[in-house]
Structures are given as C-alpha cells and as structure tokens.
C-alpha cells in the first residue's frame, strides 16, 4: 500500500500516514517552503485557546500544532486515527489519541473547541465530520480549520496550479520514502473545494458565523465558525 486514492477510503488514508509518519514533519516544512510553521501560529492565533479550555486538534498527525496551541496553558488533546503519525510525535509533551473523526469517542459538548489543520481534505466525508464535531463541542464553541485553498488572484492561481504543484510532487518524490503518497497530497489539493465552497459545507454541518482568512495568497487559508449557543 503506498498511497490513498481520491476515495479518500479511511483504512488507506490511516495507512498510507503510517507509512510516510516518520519523515511527515521534515518532508512538510521543506515542501511548503517552511511557510508551515507560520500557517501553524496563525491558526494559534485564531483559535486563541486559554487556561481552562479544552481544545481537541483532530487529525493532528503528530501533534505539532497542538503544542502549539496549548502554549496559552489551555488543555489540548491530539487525535488522529494513524497509529503511525502519533507514535511519530510520542516526544511531544501533549496527550494523544487514537480516534476517527466521523465517530470520535466523546461525549457530547465535551469540547471548548476543534481545530483541524491540513487534514480536512483527507476525510471520506468532511461534511459528516463537521457534524460530528459540532456534536463534541459545547453550546456557543469554536471551530478552526487550517487547510490548503485557491489562490483568489488569477496570475497566482494560475502559477499554484501549473507549476507549484508539479513542484511539490517532484519535491516529495526527491525527499520522500514514499512518492507516492505525495503525488495524492498534491491531487487532494487541486480537487479541494475553495473557500466560499468550503464555508458553505461548514455553514450546511450547522455551524454559524463563518468567516475565513487567507494566507499565502490563498495557498492556504483558515476558516473559523461557532457552534450555536
Ligand atoms: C496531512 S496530515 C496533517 C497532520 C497535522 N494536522 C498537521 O498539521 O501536520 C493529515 C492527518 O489526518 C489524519 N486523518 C485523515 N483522516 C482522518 C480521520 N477520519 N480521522 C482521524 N484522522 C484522520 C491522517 O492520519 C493524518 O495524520
């Protein structure tokens, strides 16, 4: 098994994480040019989680954002459902589980908030997976999501897609153990809803305000929304 086809079947997608886990942090940062590490305290930013608050980073691979969010001394958990991924990141300080995002074990409004970063696209079914956190997290709570986007300018929508993506395929390929599963990164991306599309998904899982920032031109861009009080 070396990579996930756009079936985005869950069993190949956890499998083909496990397969490129441990080289996922490194292989990221230089593929997308180490702009990663910003996107990741922007989002931090946004979610804004405080001392008190319990905050689960779903499909958090091997938790390098959550110990970024859990800077501000709120109580951040890491889930993902690629044994892998997580056991890639057991040298982080952040407690982890394993757990799949379209029936994590929860109880309901357990959550403050659920943030998702570069992962989103990965689900079988993101708007199944929108429901299902709105059903963890409390009356009135956050959700963030950091995921890759369209470029709204045309001359750089245009240059993303021709050559940047070709680029990180090629990248992945030099860099990787893995090729293969960097060419359905770079597949996943061009086949991805843009923004206002993927707003109107979160708005349809009944989530409310939701607003999006881009960043990067657009390369990637965050949205966030709140669950109804
Ligand atoms: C590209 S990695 C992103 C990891 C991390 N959030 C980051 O920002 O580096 C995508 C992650 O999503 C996880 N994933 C995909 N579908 C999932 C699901 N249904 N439930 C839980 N994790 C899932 C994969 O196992 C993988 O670790």
Redesign the pocket.
Known sequence: MSRASLD?D?HE??A???GV?SG??RA?SFMTFGF?RRW?TTTARVLDARRGEKVL?????????TVEYARGGAWCLA????F??LHAGLHRNVPMVA????NLPFADESFDAVT????LR???DPKA?LTEIARVVKPGGRLVI?EVSTPPFAPIRFVHRRFVLKLLTWVGSRTSSNPEAYKY?AESMLTWPDQRTLGEIIASAGWTDVEWLNLTFGVVAIHRARKPA
């Open positions: 985005k869950p997608v956890a083909m994480f496990d886990a996922y942090d990221n990663d990741r980073d779903l499909a958090a691979g091997t938790g390098v954002s889930a993902d459902f690629s892998g991924m757990a799949d995002a379209l998702i970063s570069l992962a990965n689900f079988v997976a950091c990164l």
